[in-house]
């Protein structure tokens, strides 16, 4: 079945840019949807089709997605964006919503 | 406002059943697909089943297939899960979520409810 790979963990400054990245074989090819949970909390969509912002989510927040990798892009990064990121596909081959591992982002 | 408040988790033992209801308000229910997510302790985002806006497709995950089953009554704005026989690999977190239009992403999350299979 279909993988989706994240690294583990992410450290970043505040202020400076996070890049969190999900590999899967021709992700490209598909429509990449990405998720924050904080501690103790649901999670909540902040990029939808690759690189669509929801409604009141920052701009500060973007996306991309081509070839093998998926890219969560936060920019002047806050201690507010501390938490775990998912990405996240619809795999048509097996009819099957896959979710990549996670990764947690640490503001230092 | 918008909103998905799940009921009806708790502790059971090893081969137990267990039936978890969703209610949702602030959006035209039968309108969306609706997925069940859950979440184990310390652990990631797992999806679980989906069911179409109309109840006429439903998919499950490999894990739960033949033991869960996914079901709704648009009359009472309602998602069910209705879990037979479970192990302690599903102990977790169940999120129900709503499909966000036809895409296959989750815009919307209720709280979650806590299922602990343990004897």
């Known amino acids: 079945s279909y993988v989706l790979t994240q690294p583990p963990s992410v450290s970043v400054a505040p202020g400076k840019t996070a890049r969190i990245t999900c590999g899967g074989n021709?992700?490209?090819?598909?429509?990449v949807h990405w998720y924050q949970q904080k501690p103790g909390q649901a999670p909540v969509l902040v990029i939808y089709?690759?690189?669509d912002r929801p409604s009141g989510i920052p701009e500060r927040f973007s996306g991309s997605n081509s070839g093998n990798t998926a890219t969560l892009t936060i920019s002047r990064v806050e201690a507010g964006d501390e938490a775990d990121y998912y990405c996240?596909?619809?795999?048509?081959?097996?009819?099957?919503?896959?979710f990549g591992g996670g990764t947690k982002l640490t503001v230092l | 406002q918008v909103q998905l408040v799940e009921s009806g988790g708790g502790v059971v033992q090893p081969g137990g059943s267990l039936r978890l209801s969703c209610a949702a308000s602030?959006?035209?229910?039968?309108?969306?697909?609706m997925h069940w997510v859950r979440q184990a302790p310390g652990k990631g985002l797992e999806w679980v089943t989906f069911?179409?806006?109309?109840?006429?497709?439903?998919y499950y995950a490999d894990s739960v297939k033949g033991r869960f089953t996914i079901s709704r009554d648009n009359s009472k704005n309602t998602l069910y899960l209705q879990m037979n026989s479970l192990r302690a690999e599903d102990t977790a977190v169940y999120y129900c979520?709503?499909?966000?239009?036809?895409?296959?992403?989750?815009?919307?999350w209720g709280q979650g409810t806590m299922v602990t299979v343990s004897s």
């Open positions: 979520a709503k499909a966000m239009g036809a895409t296959w992403a989750f815009n919307i």
């Open positions: 602030g959006f035209t229910f039968s309108d969306y697909g």
């Open positions: 069911i179409r806006y109309d109840g006429s497709n439903k």
């Open positions: 021709n992700i490209g090819s598909k429509s």
């Open positions: 089709y690759d690189s």
């Open positions: 996240q596909v619809w795999d048509s081959s097996s009819d099957h919503v896959i």
